[in-house]
């Protein structure tokens, strides 16, 4: 059996213009991310690195190539096979947490798990194990209006890995916080990677973040390349 988690090959995407023309975003991605690991993304804003994880995590499609996730090919299939491997596979977290006001942080966990098929009790269960591991356990029942920045993004992180994905995909985790709290919330993400052995690809501007990743990839010209 691969130990390739997610394997995406020869991406391309273009986006039209407002004024005549239109810009390829990626031009030939290729990338394997293997079990365990944690690989960086950086690259300047606006170079595609949001595009390339919306592909990477079916919920966006390329021009061309193919996404491979957890040994299964996702390419060309229909929007219900793709939800399926999105729900049972992947894990994503935003700059911005993007919680449901209107419910508590343990029920915004609780919720993505309930979708999945799984019973209350344990959804609960699981939710206040994950909660515990990055410490606002104690903020389980507040919303996330009387949370502070970084439990709101400690809480998405429970969520994202709510489901026992494979594959955890991030978009700037800690670009909208501090950088005191930016160190703290990182860490706990990353004991939560470790912990659950699941592979990651986490896009951030902050190449000393990266730097404590297995390897860092740079998306360049729409193509990505290694940083050594």
Do not use: W
């Amino acid at each position: 059996m691969s130990d390739v988690t997610l394997r995406l090959n020869g991406l391309t995407k273009t986006y039209l213009q407002d004024t005549p023309g239109e810009v390829q975003v990626l031009r030939g991605a290729d990338l394997e991310l293997r079990v365990g690991e944690a690989v960086a993304l950086v690259a300047p804003s606006g170079a595609g690195k949001s595009t390339l994880l919306h592909i990477a995590g079916l919920l966006d499609t390329p021009d061309s190539g193919t996404v491979e996730i957890a040994g299964q090919a996702a390419s060309g299939k229909g929007d219900r096979t793709r939800t399926a491997i999105r729900r049972r596979d992947v894990g994503f977290v935003y700059q911005f947490h993007h919680l449901l006001p209107e419910f508590t942080a343990l029920e915004n966990i609780v919720l993505p798990q309930l979708a999945n098929g799984k019973s209350e009790r344990k959804a609960r269960d699981r939710a206040l194990i994950l909660l515990d591991r990055v410490g606002v356990a104690a903020r389980a029942d507040h919303r996330p209006a009387a949370l502070s920045g970084g439990e709101q993004q400690r809480v998405a992180f429970c969520r994202a890995l709510a489901n026992k994905p494979r594959v955890l995909l991030a978009d700037e985790p800690t670009g909208n916080l501090d950088p005191d709290t930016s160190d703290q919330v990182f860490t706990a993400l990353m004991s939560l990677v470790r912990e659950a052995g699941l592979s990651a690809l986490i896009a951030t501007h902050n190449l000393d973040l990266a730097s404590r990743m297995d390897r860092m990839v740079r998306l360049d010209g729409g193509v990505l390349k290694p940083v050594e």
